[in-house]
């Protein structure tokens, strides 16, 4: 069974740095075919894709976002930190850690599961 | 970016009820489509993935179907626990984009 579980501030001050933690169990990120990324969603807002990395370390960055985030991963500790500079009050969202699924064949990839989520407020 | 528009942002509805709800891509995206399920204060739930295949534990009630631009989400008879907001997602691209979301509210 796969378990995400987010961990990072609740509250960050504008132009502060946020530095988010999912820490997984039940697969290896060293294992061919894994990736794992993260999704924000304001409150009450949409869905919104922001990064994700292969288990061979392979990295994909929303365009919009991607001259602030950083996302890596350490697979001894089962972690993947994602890091967001300059933060805005418009990032207000609860951050999901995802793991992405796939099928047999590799050709379809979806996400899931999802970890619960981290709401995440930018207020001076 | 690919551009994902559902239609319609909410409907009321009737436990029994048919309902469907549309996704259309800004461009051709095969059958690189997934359906999501998301209840409020929860995470989102995989229930469709490559338009059609219903995810392992997902009542058959559901169904999706469409390619190309064009896609569909059906519930076939609406039960109580499906009172939810649901987002298509295209994974045509690995700049993976959602739609804006559709909440099916009890009439």
């Known amino acids: 069974q796969i378990t995400l579980k987010e961990s990072g501030p609740t509250l960050v001050k504008p132009t502060q740095t946020l530095t988010l933690t999912c820490t997984f169990s039940?697969?290896?990120?060293?294992?061919?075919?894994?990736?794992m990324g993260w999704i924000r969603q304001p409150p009450g807002k949409a869905l919104e894709w922001l990064a994700l990395?292969?288990?061979?370390?392979?990295?994909r960055y929303s365009p919009s976002l991607k001259s602030r985030l950083t996302i890596t991963k350490d697979t001894s500790k089962n972690q993947v930190v994602l890091t967001m500079t300059n933060m805005d009050p418009v990032d207000t969202a609860t951050y999901y850690c995802?793991?992405?699924?796939?099928?047999?064949?590799?050709?379809?990839?979806?996400?899931?599961?999802w970890g619960q989520g981290t709401l995440v407020t930018v207020s001076s | 970016d690919i551009q994902m528009t559902q239609s319609p942002s909410s409907l009321s509805a009737s436990v029994g009820d048919r309902v469907t709800i549309t996704c259309r891509a800004s461009?051709?995206?095969?059958?690189?489509l997934n359906w999501y399920q998301q209840k409020p204060g929860k995470a989102p739930k995989v229930l469709i993935y490559?338009?059609?295949s219903l995810q392992s534990g997902v009542p058959s009630r559901f169904s999706g179907s469409g390619s190309g631009t064009d896609f569909t989400l059906t519930i076939s008879s609406l039960q109580p626990e499906d009172f939810a907001t649901y987002f298509c997602?295209?994974?045509?691209?690995?700049?993976?984009?959602f739609g804006q979301g559709t909440k099916v509210e009890m009439k």
């Open positions: 995802v793991h992405m699924g796939a099928s047999s064949t590799s050709l379809y990839n979806w996400f899931d599961p």
């Open positions: 039940g697969f290896s990120l060293s294992t061919s075919g894994v990736g």
């Open positions: 990395i292969y288990w061979n370390d392979a990295k």
């Open positions: 461009q051709s995206i095969s059958t690189y």
């Open positions: 490559a338009a059609s």
């Open positions: 997602q295209q994974s045509y691209s690995t700049l993976w984009t």
